[in-house]
């Protein structure tokens, strides 16, 4: 069985009969199933509003996060983020907690068919959107009470043999050939120190978690179950993963100085991600998620 396979199943009625019993004011309205990732299942209300639900165990904790931490977030950043408008409380039939938060359009720079030499001002508006969200004001305001990198996304002793695990699996079904620049990366991260700072991330920063618009700007950025406290390599990986030539140089101008380790860190998550979402999307039929994925292991060592 797939690692994402859901635990939980909630189809459109279920989540009709969920939201209805605790939030009569939305009673009659069109519930539509939109997207799916690992953890979680998202459906558009009447038009307005994301009810995001887990299906797995392991998101719980994210999603309590992020019903804690985005109402604290929102104002803070230059793009939109969800912001949960409707909590839902956990129950004898679905006993894990869920929220819904006002619709945000777009779509996912996955799907978006954005060539990189177009993407240089999404990068631009990516850089300011992360020196916000990485900066000591935003830790001020937030980090209380966020765990410290869960996932261990900035610790290459736990990081490089996942992400060569992750790269060993989709070599083996033919999904990517190996690349001696890629195996010269995880090579020269292995033995790193630990990161010195923590800093507030969004812990999960990939092409499916970016919406821009039909012009390819930013949008909104969504899915903030890994939000954390970590370093900001966990989150400076899409400049690796994503863009490449001047759009990457726009993104360093936006957010500023990074220096060698912390890149370092940031191209071998960006490569742990791209195998990751590239099984993934091999799995699910997802044809433009997996053409980005491969480019994205061209990018990470460009």
């Given at each position: ?41 998202v ?5 307005r ?25 929102a ?31 777009g ?10 030499e177009?993407r ?33 996304r ?22 990517w ?52 406290a ?37 191209r071998?998550?960006?490569t ?31």
């Amino acid at each position: 069985m797939p690692e994402w396979d859901p635990e939980v199943e909630i189809d459109e009625d279920r989540a009709r009969s969920l939201i209805e019993r605790q939030f009569p004011e939305l009673r009659g309205s069109t519930v539509t199933a939109v997207a799916a990732g690992w953890d979680n299942v998202v459906f558009r209300v009447d038009g307005r509003w994301a009810f995001r639900f887990p299906r797995r165990a392991i998101a719980i904790p994210g999603v309590e996060r992020e019903i804690a931490t985005l109402p604290r977030l929102a104002g803070h950043l230059p793009a939109p983020i969800p912001e949960p408008r409707f909590v839902g409380r956990p129950t004898g039939d679905y006993p894990w907690p869920w929220f819904g938060a006002k619709w945000l359009p777009g779509t996912e720079l996955s799907d978006a068919r954005l060539p990189d030499e177009r993407r240089a001002p999404l990068a631009t508006s990516l850089g300011e959107f992360l020196r916000a969200l990485h900066s000591t004001h935003v830790s001020r305001l937030v980090s209380a009470g966020l765990p410290v990198d869960p996932m261990r996304r900035g610790d290459m002793g736990f990081r490089v043999p996942h992400a060569r695990r992750r790269l060993d699996e989709v070599i083996a079904r033919g999904l990517w050939e190996p690349n001696a620049d890629v195996e010269r990366l995880i090579v020269r991260s292995t033995g790193l120190p630990p990161p010195p700072r923590t800093l507030v991330v969004h812990g999960d920063l990939h092409v499916r978690h970016v919406l821009v618009d039909d012009e390819g700007a930013l949008s909104a950025v969504i899915d903030w179950g890994d939000v954390c406290a970590a370093d900001p390599s966990t989150d400076l990986s899409i400049a690796y993963g994503c863009f490449s030539g001047e759009a990457r140089r726009a993104f360093l101008d936006a957010y500023g100085p990074i220096d060698g380790l912390t890149e370092l860190r940031a191209r071998v998550i960006a490569t742990f991600l791209a195998a990751a979402l590239l099984g993934y999307a091999a799995d699910e039929g997802m044809e433009r998620l997996q053409s980005e994925c491969l480019r994205a292991l061209e990018r990470v060592v460009a």
